[in-house]
Nanobody, 121 residues
Framework: QVQLVESGGGLVQTGGSLRLSCTVSGRIYSIVAGAWYRQVPGNQRELVAL???????KYGDFVKGRFTISRDNAKKTVDLQMNSLTPEDTAVYYC???????????????WGQGTQVTVSS
């Protein structure tokens, strides 16, 4: 049974940093691609960052060079390093991963349950 477990959220001051980690539980072969999304109550969920199967990265326009997404198949994680945080970054952050459970088999998509990030002024 594959699940995504997020950690690293919390309260940080303006200008501070947080590292969000998304760990894939269960036995898998590889994380094909991963992404982080975020959502403020009442608003649409928006893409923060993604990393493709070929390690191409893409970020939301609001990131402006402050965040870095990475994938580590040995640790089974998709991490998001966030620097220079502002109150506008306050949201629930969700992990997404395309996971291959067995070599040569199709991959499947999974979502985490979300972790709160709060940036104080």
């Amino acid at each position: 049974q594959v699940q995504l477990v997020e950690s690293g959220g919390g309260l940080v001051q303006t200008g501070g940093s947080l590292r969000l980690s998304c760990t894939v539980s269960g036995r898998i072969y590889s994380i094909v691609a991963g992404a982080w999304y975020r959502q403020v109550p009442g608003n649409q969920r928006e893409l923060v960052a993604l990393i493709t199967s070929t390690s191409i990265t893409k970020y939301g326009d609001f990131v402006k060079g402050r965040f870095t997404i990475s994938r580590d198949n040995a640790k089974k994680t998709v991490d998001l390093q966030m620097n220079s945080l502002t109150p506008e970054d306050t949201a629930v952050y969700y992990c997404f991963a395309d996971v291959r459970r067995y070599p040569g088999r199709p991959s499947d998509n999974y979502w985490g349950q979300g972790t709160q990030v709060t940036v104080s002024s």
